[in-house]
């Protein structure tokens, strides 16, 4: 018989057709003639109830089937007597495919704490927790998909192994083959990658922004959506040595196009989330008003569902850098003394802090910062007339600060170059990156959205490391 999915049971209205169950025991139960058991196959987040008749089937036939074990069950699907469900399924009969021995496996039928489960990741898509992150985070790569597929762009692998640092912010990690007990070394006595596997020094990607550029600069509209690493070593609930980025690239677009479209892009992704995933969502909701019950009023932060909600109903708000620099000056805030980085003068890099508080404190609404200093920014960003400031935008989001990073980008060959040489920038090795801009150089523009800081803000989850399956932080490679 046709495996039936519990999703599909659960809106099935057919009462006369036996149907195969498959999946993990949650939990069991058994009284003097009958057993329950609650099954769940990961296809939603709620579980089918098996009832199962202690005279037909002896109780020792489910004597190993424990919270964790795989089982077969096949019946008849009827209306539940019971409250909390409106069908169950009437079992005829009953297999255990995988047992889970109780006195060795990890989960409990009863709440375990994130940091537990995080020890245990190999099993944790079996909780309700990470069932609902992982069939959200699910949602959210389809719809990024679908979004851009709608709209006429292309998607492009961008490459994950490079020779190039995107950012030029000197955080990468290398990949090599060369034996680090036996280093080659030249006649400088420097490290000889000649004799590399590919001939060069080489890391793993930061952004797939620049080779976007030249897609972009073809195909008019494109995206990428890849993995992308990051050795910082900051070991904060917003930071990933590896994470997912999505990156569009628009040829003819200027920095109020790109803003539109990240405006645009964010709220499609809620509002299909909300369309969606509403019963992952209602969970996720009841769980973090669980987890917050302790909290004053003031320090409990909005309920998940209306907090989605709100950011669709309201315009971003977009102010230059600049301004925002006098906002948190001139704010009580700072003049108490309450930001742990003070802020003094125009030219400092916003901390999350500071960002949180113009979101969350002074505009209570998502707000789009453009025209930063030019020196706390990437060599690529267009530079303004005033000579100080290029033209980024980062998009900053309630809870988390910086969701979205991007900017025009600089298309003029000399500009550009100067720049790269004003900072470092091994103009050689990016020389096919500069012809784009001797060759048909247009103005265009891009961002790159955080995906984990996006689902952390759809799942109302407090730690990155809690909406990426198997995380990657300092110290932290396990699974
Ligand atoms: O602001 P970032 O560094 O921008 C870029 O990489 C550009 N090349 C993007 C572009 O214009 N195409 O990173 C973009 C976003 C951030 O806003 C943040 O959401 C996320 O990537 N991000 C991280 N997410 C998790 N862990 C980290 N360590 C992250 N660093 C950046
Ligand atoms: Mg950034």
Not at 56 to 73: D, N, R, V, Y
Not at 317 to 340: D, P, V
Not at 344 to 357: F, I, K, N, T, V
Request: aromatic share 10%.
């Amino acid at each position: 018989m046709k495996r039936t999915e519990i999703k599909v049971a659960l809106q099935s209205e057919d009462f006369a057709q036996e149907m195969n169950v498959k999946g993990w025991v949650r939990t069991k139960r058994s009284s003097k003639n009958v057993a329950f058991i609650a099954l769940n196959d990961g296809s939603t987040i709620h579980n089918l109830q098996l009832v199962v008749d202690l005279d037909q089937i002896p109780e020792e036939a489910l004597s190993l089937m424990h919270t964790g074990a795989a089982i077969s069950a096949i019946g008849l699907l009827v209306p539940s007597a019971g409250s909390g469900q409106r069908v169950e399924l009437s079992v005829r009969s009953i297999e255990l495919l995988g047992e889970a021995n109780p006195d060795e496996y990890p989960l409990q039928p009863k709440k375990h704490s994130l940091e537990f489960l995080r020890e245990k990741a190999h099993l944790r898509f079996r909780t309700n927790t990470f069932g609902a992150v992982s069939r959200i985070r699910h949602a959210m790569i389809f719809a990024i998909h679908k979004f851009f597929n709608d709209r006429g762009f292309y998607n492009v692998h961008a490459p994950i192994i490079t020779a190039s640092d995107a950012e030029g912010a000197g955080e990468m990690f290398q990949v090599t083959t060369l034996k680090l007990d036996q280093i080659p070394l030249n006649e400088e006595m420097e490290i000889d990658y000649k004799q590399d596997f590919f001939g060069k020094h080489t890391n793993l990607t930061v952004s797939g922004q620049l080779e976007a550029e030249l897609a972009a600069l073809a195909l008019s509209k494109v995206y990428t959506f890849g993995p992308t690493f990051r050795a910082e070593n900051s070991n904060t609930s917003r930071h990933l040595a590896e994470f997912w980025m999505i990156e569009p690239e628009v040829a003819f677009y200027d920095i109020h196009d790109d803003m539109d479209l990240a405006e645009d892009m964010l709220k499609y992704l809620i509002r299909y989330a909300l369309d969606h995933c509403a019963d992952d969502l209602a969970f996720l909701s009841k769980r973090l008003e669980e987890e917050e019950k302790n909290k004053k009023a003031e320090e409990k932060s909005m309920e998940l569902i209306s907090k989605l909600n709100f950011v669709l109903e309201h315009p971003f708000e977009r102010i230059t850098y600049t301004s925002a620099i006098e906002i948190l000056k001139n704010s009580n805030h700072n003049k108490k003394g309450k930001f742990a980085y003070p802020i003094e003068d125009w030219g400092a890099d916003l901390q999350s802090e500071h960002e949180r508080y113009l979101v969350e404190k002074h505009f209570k609404k998502p707000v789009i910062l453009t025209d930063y200093p030019k020196k706390i920014k990437a060599f690529y960003m267009k530079q303004n007339e005033d000579g100080m400031t290029v033209r980024a935008m980062d998009v900053l989001f309630p809870g988390i600060g910086e969701i979205i990073g991007g900017s025009q980008r600089e298309e003029v060959y000399d500009k550009l170059l100067q720049r790269m040489h004003e900072m470092n920038i091994p103009v050689e090795s990016m020389w096919w990156y500069l012809e784009t801009r001797k060759f048909g150089s247009v103005p265009h523009a891009g961002f790159g959205l955080g995906f984990e800081r996006l689902m952390l803000f759809v799942t109302g989850m407090g730690n990155i490391r809690d909406v990426i399956p198997f995380p990657r932080t300092p110290l932290n490679c396990e699974f």
